[in-house]
C-alpha cells in the first residue's frame, strides 16, 4: 500500500495528489475550485504549470492572484487583486448561464462509486448517520452543470458500489442516466485524483477505469483498494513530480495546513 | 437604534426564532452578536444558513439550536467539519435540512425580493439533494415556521416539457450582520465581500448589525452608492470592535489562527468543551471582557497589511 520506499523518502502521498492535481489545470483554464485539497492544487498550478489559469469559487472570488495559500473559499488570500468578488447569487450565473465558459470544477468526497456519483454528506443513514459531513457545500451545482476532477483518499470503503448519500450527480447509472434525469448531458466527471493514481471515465460507458498509478503503487493495489471492478487494462505510471514543483509545493505549505 | 448587545439581543431574539447570520466560513461572521444570545441562553432557535462556519457550530454546541437547514459548516482547513453540528445530528439531537452553496443565495434573494418562490433548472434535480428529505414532508406543512415543502418539481410554464426545481423562500426573523462600517441613524456600509448579507437584511423581519466603527451618518451618506443597507432596514446598531474575531474582516483584522484550532481542538471532548464555553462566554459579561480576555496586543497583530491580510501569518497548528 506504501509508496515504494525510494519514492516515499522524496514525497509524501499528499504532495503528489496535490501535484496531480495542480496539473488538471492547464494554462487558460477556467475553473472553480472549492475548500480543501483543490485550494491548494489551484494555487500550486497558478505558481507553476498554469499563471494564466482564471480560478473562481462559489463565494464570488473570480481570478485571485494567489500568493500564499488560502485556509477557506472566503479567505482574502483567495482574493489578492481579484478581478471580481461578486455577492454569492450572482455566481449562480456561471453555473446556470456561462457554464460553456468553465472547463472544470474540482470536488471532495467522502465515497464514490463507479460512474462518479459523489457523497459528501454522510455515512450511513441519512437521518441517523454514522457520520455526518458539511454537506453539498457548491458541490452539487458544480458537479450538475459543468465537467469536474474529484479529489479523493484511495480507500476499499470510499470507492463504493452504491454512495450512501448522493451530494452530486455523476454520471448516474451510466451512459444514458443524464439524458434520463433531464440534467446537462455531456458534462459529469473527467478525472478523479486519489493518494494512488488518477482514474478517468470512458467515453462510451462513462463508468471509471485507472489511468495513471503513482511511482510505487501497483495497479493491482488499487484494484485492491477499490470496491468495484476497475479496468486497470490501460493504465501507465503517472510522471514523477519534479524537484521544483516539490520545492515550491513545500514553502507553499510551509505551515502544513494541507500536506 | 444604537444599544448595547445585550439590549439589542434581549429585545429582538426571541426562543423559537429563525435566524440567519451573515459572512462565509471565516470571514466577517457576528461572533459577538453570537456570543451574546449563548449568553442570554436563546432555545429553540431555527437557522437558514448557507455559508456557516464557526459561529453557527458554537450556537449548535451551547444548545441553542433546534433546526438547521444548511449547506455548509467549517471553519475551512482550520477543521474540516463543525464538530458540533456532526456530534449534535449523529446523536439526533437536531432537526436538519440541506440545501447546497448555490440555491441558498438564491432562496435568501428571493425572500429580500419578496417572491413567492424561487425557480432554478439544474439544481440539486437528480440527486439525493432533491429525494431525501432531512425534515419529513408532514412537517414541513404542519410547521408555520417553515416552508410548505423543502421544494417542488414542477415543469417550466414557457417551455413545457422542462423540469423545473421550485425553491420556498425562507422565513427569516432576526438577522446578524457585522459590518465595517454603521451610522448611529442605521444607515451601514460593508467594505469587501457582501456574501448574501443585503439580502438577509432585506428579508429578515428585524435586523441587528453590529460594526467595527460607529461613524457619523454623513461620512457613509456622502457616499450613498457604496452602503449595502439603508437606515430604515436595521432595529439594532451594536458597536463591537473585534465583533467578527476570530474570523476575518476586510479592511480591519485578519482570522486568528490559534483561536481556531483552539475552538477545533475543544469541540472534540464534551467536558473541554463546556469548559470553553465557560470562559470565553459565559463567564464574560460582554464583548469588551471578550476583547481583554483575547488580549489588545494579540488582537493588533492580526491588523491587516496592504494585501487584506497579514502576510505570512503562522498558520501552523499549535
Not at chain 1, 451530494?167 to 494512488?196: I, M, Y
Not at chain 2, 453540528?85 to 435540512?97: I, N, S, T
Not at chain 2, 416539457?161 to 456600509?189: C, M, N, S
Not at chain 2, 465583533?243 to 474582516?249: D, N, R
Request: proline residues 6%.
Amino acid at each position: 500500500m506504501n509508496l515504494g520506499e525510494l519514492e516515499k523518502k522524496k514525497y509524501t502521498r499528499r504532495e503528489i495528489m496535490a501535484v496531480a492535481l495542480a496539473r488538471q489545470i492547464k494554462d487558460g483554464m477556467v475553473c472553480i475550485a472549492g475548500t480543501g485539497l483543490p485550494l491548494i492544487g489551484a494555487t500550486l498550478a497558478k505558481l507553476t504549470f498554469a499563471p494564466n489559469a482564471v480560478i473562481l469559487s462559489e463565494t464570488g472570488i473570480i481570478d485571485g492572484r494567489l500568493e500564499e495559500l488560502p485556509t477557506g473559499v472566503s479567505d482574502t488570500r483567495f482574493a489578492y487583486m481579484a478581478s471580481a468578488w461578486w455577492p454569492r447569487y450572482r455566481y449562480c450565473g456561471f453555473l446556470l448561464r456561462m457554464a460553456e465558459k468553465i472547463d472544470l470544477g474540482f470536488l471532495g468526497g467522502a465515497q464514490i462509486d463507479p460512474y462518479g456519483n459523489l457523497n459528501s454528506t454522510c455515512i450511513g443513514d441519512y437521518h441517523s448517520p454514522k457520520a455526518r459531513f458539511t454537506g453539498s457545500g457548491g458541490a452539487n451545482g458544480i458537479a450538475t452543470n459543468v465537467n469536474t476532477a474529484i479529489i479523493m483518499r484511495h480507500e476499499k470503503r470510499r470507492f463504493v458500489e452504491k454512495v450512501d448519500y448522493m451530494t452530486s450527480p455523476g454520471w448516474l447509472d451510466g451512459p444514458d442516466g443524464r439524458r434520463k434525469a433531464g440534467l446537462p448531458e455531456n458534462k459529469g466527471p473527467v478525472a478523479v485524483v486519489t493518494t494512488l493514481g488518477v482514474m478517468r471515465f470512458g467515453e462510451e460507458s462513462r463508468r471509471m477505469y485507472l489511468s495513471e498509478y503513482y511511482p510505487g503503487i501497483t495497479p493491482a493495489e488499487i484494484q485492491a483498494q477499490t470496491g468495484f471492478c476497475i479496468d486497470v487494462s490501460g493504465a501507465v505510471e503517472a510522471e514523477k513530480p519534479g524537484e521544483d514543483v516539490l520545492g515550491i509545493l513545500r514553502q507553499l505549505d510551509r505551515d502544513h495546513i494541507y500536506i | 437604534m444604537l444599544m448595547s448587545c445585550k439590549e439589542a439581543i434581549d429585545k429582538f431574539v426571541n426562543d423559537g426564532d429563525t435566524l440567519a447570520i451573515g459572512g462565509f466560513t471565516t470571514n466577517r461572521k457576528p461572533y459577538g452578536l453570537v456570543h451574546e444570545i449563548v449568553r442570554q441562553r436563546k432555545r429553540g432557535l431555527y437557522i437558514e444558513g448557507s455559508g456557516a462556519g464557526g459561529e453557527t457550530d458554537l450556537l449548535i454546541g451551547a444548545g441553542c439550536v433546534k433546526l438547521l437547514i444548511n449547506a455548509y459548516l467549517s471553519n475551512g482547513a482550520f477543521g474540516n467539519i463543525g464538530r458540533r453540528f456532526r456530534r449534535a445530528v449523529e446523536r439526533g439531537e437536531l432537526e436538519f435540512d440541506d440545501y447546497s452553496l448555490d440555491v441558498q443565495p438564491l432562496r435568501f434573494h428571493a425572500a429580500a425580493l419578496g417572491m413567492p418562490f424561487m425557480p432554478v433548472r439544474y439544481l440539486l434535480m437528480g440527486s439525493d439533494l432533491e429525494k431525501k428529505w432531512g425534515i419529513p414532508a408532514e412537517r414541513y406543512r404542519q410547521d408555520p415556521k417553515l416552508p410548505t415543502a423543502k421544494l417542488k418539481i414542477g415543469e417550466d410554464p414557457f417551455s413545457p416539457g422542462e423540469k423545473v426545481v421550485y425553491l420556498p423562500v425562507p422565513k427569516i426573523d432576526v438577522a446578524l450582520i457585522h459590518v465595517q462600517k454603521a451610522a448611529f441613524d442605521g444607515t451601514a456600509r460593508i467594505e469587501g465581500p457582501v456574501f448574501v448579507d443585503d439580502d438577509l437584511a432585506m428579508a429578515a423581519r428585524h435586523v441587528i448589525i453590529s460594526c467595527e466603527e460607529l461613524v457619523d451618518p454623513e461620512e457613509l451618506r456622502r457616499e450613498p452608492w457604496l452602503n449595502q443597507i439603508p437606515l430604515i432596514i436595521p432595529d439594532a446598531v451594536v458597536h463591537l470592535p473585534f465583533g467578527a474575531h476570530p474570523s476575518q474582516c476586510v479592511n480591519y483584522y485578519d482570522y486568528d489562527p490559534e483561536m481556531m484550532y483552539l475552538y477545533e481542538n475543544v469541540c472534540q471532548d464534551d467536558s473541554l468543551y463546556e469548559n470553553f464555553l465557560q470562559e470565553y462566554v459565559y463567564s464574560l459579561e460582554a464583548h469588551r471582557d471578550y476583547v481583554e480576555k483575547i488580549g489588545r496586543v494579540r488582537l493588533d497583530g492580526f491588523r491587516v497589511d496592504e494585501k487584506n491580510y497579514v502576510q505570512n501569518l503562522s498558520r501552523r497548528r499549535s
